[in-house]
């Protein structure tokens, strides 16, 4: 889960950061053909939050206004109690999205908590922050998922490094490679259905030398998987 923050008050007297607000889950897996999926947030803190939700298609920038994602997020903007809970329904609008792969999105929720009591009336630096999570809608003609990324996914030497393959219809979310006793991703990637990645490495790997891939699954879990250089 990715946190942006956004100053929404600037007087440089007082500072206070007090973000409570989490989704639960890394990830929405949204079935294309579904009405409405729904999306918990809970607010662990003591205080009230004003909460502001919608989805993007991919632009880090945008906001409520400016997004393109073709979503209705019920409620936009709702007040979560201290350590209650609050459901937000996302409805996806049309049905043009590609039948034979994944398409991804981002939900934002922007937690917007109020001024401290003991800072009433003074100047202050009140941040709101913006959680983002992965929106991945799902077409029944590839559900539920047949193929793993240890089937969909191969491994090949290049003259840069290696280069992985997705031969299937699934987003793979890399975490890590890892050959012999080397490590060669400096942040983790999201390989694209049917597309390749070719991931620049320290050293020169070899023909049928083993390596370890680590992919994130639907449930936001590690799992590795050995793969043979090809």
């Known amino acids: 889960m990715k ?20 989704i639960n889950g890394t990830r929405v897996i949204y079935p294309k053909d579904n009405k409405e999926v729904i999306v918990q947030l809970y607010n662990n ?22 997004s393109k994602a073709p979503f209705l997020v019920s409620p936009p903007v709702v007040k979560v109690d201290g350590h209650s809970g609050q459901q937000v329904g996302l409805k996806l609008l049309e049905n043009t999205l590609p039948s034979d792969k994944e398409s991804m999105f981002y939900l934002n929720v922007l937690d917007i908590p109020p001024t401290p009591d003991n800072l009433n009336g003074m100047n202050t630096i009140q941040m709101a922050i913006r959680s983002r999570i992965k929106v991945i ?32 219809p699934y987003f793979i979310n890399i975490a890590n490679i890892i050959c012999g006793q080397d490590s060669f991703l400096k942040e983790p990637f999201i390989l694209r259905p049917f597309t390749r990645e070719t991931i620049d490495t320290i050293r020169k790997v070899d023909v049928e030398e083993k390596c370890n891939v680590t992919y994130v699954d639907d449930l936001g879990a590690y799992t590795k998987v050995v793969f043979t250089i090809k």
């Open 137 to 168: 809608v799902r077409p029944k003609e590839i559900s539920p998922i047949k193929n793993t990324p240890s089937t969909q996914l191969t491994v090949s030497k290049n003259s840069n490094g290696v280069q992985l393959d997705n031969k299937g």
């Open 45 to 66: 803190g003591n205080s009230p939050s004003l909460v502001q939700s919608w989805i993007d298609d991919g632009d880090i920038n945008s906001t409520p206004e400016t």
């Open 3 to 22: 946190k942006i923050f956004f100053t929404t008050i600037v007087f440089c007297v007082s500072f206070a950061v007090n973000a409570n607000v989490i």
